[in-house]
């Protein structure tokens, strides 16, 4: 989690140098969801995201360096500098692809599950996007397959009250988003998003029922984007913001609450937690750096990767 | 050796790849009736069970998507349309995601997806039902298309595609699966980057693919009765396009005539015209001219709908008109179709 | 109803003649849904449609001779044999267009509703649509606006138990369909749709619902189709059927048991039926005369239509 | 006579036809927020209320079909999409419907509906939010194209479309939101069939439209500079498009390249590459020359990114390779456009 607020931060602080020419879709403030999320996954679990994919690229094991790298346009970066911010990627630990087209990865996923069910792999596939993505025909469609072919799937509906500027209540007279798919057989459940340890452990439960085969699961959690749509700016000022909602919302900054639960509940020790932090800032400097030093790809790599080379027969 | 139909060669290259790869499966509406795709997956289901060959719900946009999913955590999913009109409803997933995931991921990630869809003419089916758009992929880069046109072809691009690490749109014109064809046995896998000479001539180039090229060969035959040697080659893949032969034919007569099953406007043929314009130029000795459907959507009524469709009789009075010679009272046979819908 | 089924037997008669040169499909065997549904329709309420559209057609007020025109592919047909038996139309009876593609007039059914309340015409749109058009994204887009913005629209679900040959539950989980956009937050409701005064009496209850501005209605309707698909067949022996099927959905065809309850229930007179029949059998003759006379398009009408004049500044 | 920017241009032509047709709505994702669509939409919602300008849930496949049926029952829908990436999701109410309702029913019915589309290069956004696909819809008969560069042509444009009875896609090029011309004043509407001569020349035809036509104007510069005299045409409409104005300019220069801000295959650039192979063959003296985006997927980072894209330098080599020149050394402006993402 703390890895996530620091990369972003520090995303922040390059922005201006112009030396990550592309959107950066953060996710300040939302990080519980993708930590609690991806910690509960196994790391041969697949996942499937959207634009906004720095926080599971970090929370589900991929390479900082080649987070930064991508960011940086850099052939080092985990995409080869193609992607850029919105398409993060990292087979080896799990995370499928990030797409920009909202929804368009939720069939994708149930596919994976379909896949991993026709090879008992074993594997749990997760769906992860916003409460956009809920407005789109292919959720119902992916919903409704997964629900009669009972497929390893947990769809993860990060509700952060808005797409772009539009409320969830703009565009559903249902706002318990979790409730959408009901008509179609999968009883959805809402979460607090803002509290890691809760979303860790539902998550968790609706892993475990996936994997033994009892179908689909959707869990809703609820959280507030820290900063604008797209971009650095903290646009609370903005008319299409409820003013004071994010105090309305919660009341501590999700990172700020696990680091108080942990000592609290849990015993940590203050200096374990600074200790943590220490690293995690060695850690983003590392990849910075890495990004940093790291070469452009070689003109000829435009045409490059348009196809998969055919093995030889 | 043996002779098949198109459906069912399809149907043995299916069953021939489901028998050696068990991460070969089909899905789409269909599949598994009892009319089974033109036949081409007529007892499949009895054959691989119902886990590898299966019907699907009418969701187009997300069953690709689900296919592209499949094919993601290692399986071959083969999605069938028994009507590329429907290809409209998974334009996303196909152009935004499937041509996409193997660039976009810098070469990590890539869909072994096999997409078949139907195209073409066919019996009053009218607008909504009868459409060619193979020109959208390819003009999206990172799809393999073809239009296999002979049953070996059907077959062997059936196996190049399963084959494939990437997707690959087949589109089958509803006119061919009836026809009757040699194919080699045990089927062969051929390789894309294909456009077959169908047959050899000297003043006139026709290219012409699938159905058309079916068409353009009648065509030819009657040409060659007026002393007009046509030489026939059909682009079989699209994408990739094996250039080479097209421009060879065209710098070899110097006129070329581009026949194409959908509408000409930005479609294939317009492309093929283009490149003949780019890089055969200077070999040219008339206009190129290009026909396809009317640039109109399709009608049902009889006498329109056969206006509609390009033909051997059309074909050969577009070559005559390019060679500068008279079209009247052409006698060559305006199409020689038993099929009747409705499918 | 009468009218559906004598003008659907004549269509057979004709068809080995290979006059009518495009796929039918008829709706023999569900006469009752569209005939209940359209006559508590206002003449001014809108319709669209499916494939199957002869029965609506007719239902609606289309005009005899224009269809049977149509079908033959004549100019004088309803659509001037352009759209052939999949796409009748009748505009002047609020018949607005049917379409071949499965559930694609159901949004547009919806933005008719949508500019009936912005243009307080007082009108309610109908989507008349069959179980297979329910597993399409946009109906749940559909629904999902329509409830947002509490359109008048009435969502017709003819449930005949099929898509071409795929079963509800090849489809569907919950395979009670008008359950489906509950969580949408519309209720669906099921009826018989053999019982042609049930139909009608439950559509209109929907319809006076959809106009009051209480927002859209979802009504499935059971049936049972009597031919194949598409074309001529009985096709009762495929193995897509379940065995006595039809048996044991209903005990009586539609008409049959419509014209049984008339005598019974409403008093008609034998009589009166018969001579119902008679006028029917008349205006079916007249108009497949009219369609055998009328004359082809003309040559040049192949390019016709495709732009609407732009009228002049 | 005013000056205003492209986007302001298309609000103004909004407000102008709002204030008079209250059957002319706006919809789309974003139409009501402070960002308001590059301005372009500013403030209507507080002018005319949100009735009749609203924003949608993200559902495109069933808002195009929504805004279809509103057009059928007498309203007129503007259909807004930030990214022309999102078209995709709407291609069969688009293609399948709105395209084929007036032809499908003999004439009888009409889809008087406007939807607005941006297209083009932006910055750093990569596969999926920076295409411009202009070419699937030029295929497809029924739905009438345009690409308006010049403020006083989206503005014109924007008022014909609204007056027209038909689906019409205007495409808005991301980059020229900002640009400043004169505008008429009141607005006044453009008819359909447009083809601009954006500058005069003997020596090459380049066509180009909208963002491209901007770039060629660069390179035409340049071009001058080195003695060579370039026209530029601008095809502002595609459907229907104004072949003569195009074929005419072949006609006098005899050497034909074409730009388009797509790929090529099967691409704008084809169509016109054909059409100029079809009808003015006989004038061309040299090959013609085509350039698009990279036949690749948009990469984002910035190198490969500037490779992916043609600006007024490549344009003008292509130009000198057409005329037999080297191009080494060019100093044309590469890009000279501040603009910097998101949208
Ligand atoms: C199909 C599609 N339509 C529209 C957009 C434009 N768009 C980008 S992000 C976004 C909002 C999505 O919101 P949500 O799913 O809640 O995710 P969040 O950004 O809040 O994480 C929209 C509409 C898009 N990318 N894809
Ligand atoms: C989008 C789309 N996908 C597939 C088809 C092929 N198709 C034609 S009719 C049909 C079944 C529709 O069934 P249903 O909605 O129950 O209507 P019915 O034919 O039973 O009246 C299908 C799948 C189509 N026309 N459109
Ligand atoms: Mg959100
Ligand atoms: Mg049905």
Redesign the interface.
Same mark, same amino acid.
Request: one cysteine or more; hydrophobic letters at 45%; charged letters at 15%.
């Given at each position: 989690m703390l890895t996530i607020r620091v990369s972003e931060e520090r995303v922040i602080a390059i922005y201006p140098s112009d030396k990550i020419q592309s959107p950066v879709h953060l996710s300040i403030g939302q990080e519980a969801v993708a930590a609690g999320v991806c910690r509960a996954m196994r790391p041969t679990d697949h996942l499937h995201g959207t634009y906004r994919s720095h926080a599971i690229y970090i929370a589900k094991g991929g390479d900082l360096k080649g987070m930064f790298a991508e960011l940086y346009g850099k052939d080092a970066g985990c995409a080869r500098g193609k992607g850029g911010s919105m398409h993060l990627v990292a087979p080896e630990a799990g995370l499928i692809g990030c797409s920009a087209i909202v929804a368009s990865t939720i069939p994708v996923a149930t596919g994976d599950a379909l896949a991993s069910r026709m090879r008992k792999d074993g594997r749990v596939a997760v769906a992860f996007f916003g409460d956009g993505a809920i407005d789109e025909g292919v959720f119902f469609e992916s919903v409704n397959f997964a629900v009669l072919k009972a497929l390893p799937i947990v769809y993860v509906l990060e509700n952060n009250r808005y797409a772009i500027h539009s409320r969830v209540s703009d565009r559903h007279k249902q706002t318990r988003l979790c409730r959408l798919a009901e008509g179609l057989g999968l009883k959805g459940r809402r979460y607090n998003g803002d509290d890691a340890i809760a979303v860790y452990r539902t998550m968790s439960a609706g892993l475990e029922k996936a994997r033994r085969g009892a179908g689909p699961v959707l869990l809703e959690y609820m959280t507030y984007r820290g900063r604008a749509h797209v971009g650095l700016e903290r646009d609370f000022q903005e008319a299409y913001r409820y003013p004071k909602e994010e105090a309305l919302t919660r009341k501590n900054d999700p990172i700020k609450a696990l680091a108080a639960d942990l000592v609290k509940r849990w015993g940590a020790k203050r200096k374990a937690l600074a200790k943590i932090a220490d690293d995690v800032a060695a850690e983003v400097d590392a990849a910075v750096s890495f990004a940093e030093g790291a070469a452009f790809p070689a003109p000829e790599r435009l045409y490059a990767d348009v196809f998969k080379e055919v093995p030889p027969a | 050796m043996k002779t098949l139909k198109y459906g069912e060669a399809i149907r043995e290259a299916l069953i021939y790849a489901m028998e050696r790869d068990p991460?070969v499966?089909i899905m789409g509406?269909?599949v598994d009736?009892?009319?089974a795709v033109f036949g081409s997956t007529k007892n499949l289901v009895e054959m691989f069970g119902k886990?590898r060959v299966f019907?699907? +719900?009418?969701?187009?946009?997300?069953?690709? &998507?689900?296919?592209?999913?499949? #094919?993601?955590? @290692?399986?071959k +999913?083969i999605h069938v349309h028994i009507r590329a009109?429907?290809l409209?409803?998974a334009?996303? =997933?196909l /152009?935004?995601?499937a041509?996409?995931?193997?660039?976009?991921?810098?070469?990590?990630?890539?869909v072994p997806l096999v997409i078949r869809a139907a195209i073409g003419r066919s019996?009053? =089916?009218? #607008? =909504?039902?009868s459409q060619s758009?193979q020109?959208?992929f390819?003009?999206?880069? @990172?799809l393999?298309v073809a239009m296999p046109t002979t049953p070996a072809e059907a077959q062997g691009l059936m196996l190049?595609a399963i #084959?494939?690490?990437?997707p690959v749109i087949l589109f089958e014109h509803r006119l061919l699966y009836d026809l009757s064809g040699h194919v080699p046995d045990p089927p062969a896998?051929i390789a894309?980057r294909l456009a077959a000479v169908r047959r050899e001539g000297k003043d006139v180039t026709i290219v012409a693919n699938a159905y058309m090229a079916v068409e353009s060969l009648k065509a030819a035959e009657f040409l060659e009765s007026r002393g007009i040697s046509a030489e026939v080659i059909d682009p079989v893949t699209l994408?990739p396009l094996d250039e080479e032969t097209i421009l060879a034919s065209v710098r070899k007569t110097g006129r070329l005539l581009v026949v194409d099953s959908?509408?000409?406007? /930005?479609?294939?043929?317009?492309?093929i015209?283009?490149l003949? #314009?780019?890089?055969a130029?200077?070999a040219?000795r008339?206009?190129?001219?290009?026909i396809g459907t009317?640039?109109?959507?399709c +009608?049902?009524?009889?006498?329109?709908?056969t206006?509609?469709y390009p033909n051997a009789r059309t074909i050969a009075a577009e070559a005559l008109a390019l060679l500068g010679l008279s079209s009247a009272n052409l006698e060559v046979p305006a199409l020689t179709t038993t099929f009747k &819908?409705?499918f």
């Open positions: - | 991460s499966f509406i269909g009736d009892h009319k886990d019907d699907t +719900p009418i969701s187009e946009g997300a069953m690709t &998507g689900i296919a592209v999913g499949a #094919a993601l955590n @290692g399986m +999913p009109d429907f409209y409803l334009m996303d =997933q /152009c935004n995601i041509a996409k995931w193997h660039y976009m991921f810098g070469g990590k990630m890539s019996w009053g =089916q009218g #607008a =909504q039902h758009i020109s959208f390819m003009h999206v880069p @990172g393999k190049a #084959a494939d690490p990437n896998a894309f994408v959908g509408w000409t406007s /930005c479609g294939v043929s317009a492309e015209a283009a003949a #314009a780019e890089k130029w200077a040219l008339r206009p190129i001219r290009r009317a640039p109109v959507t +009608p049902v009524s009889k006498p329109l709908e206006a509609f &819908g409705p």
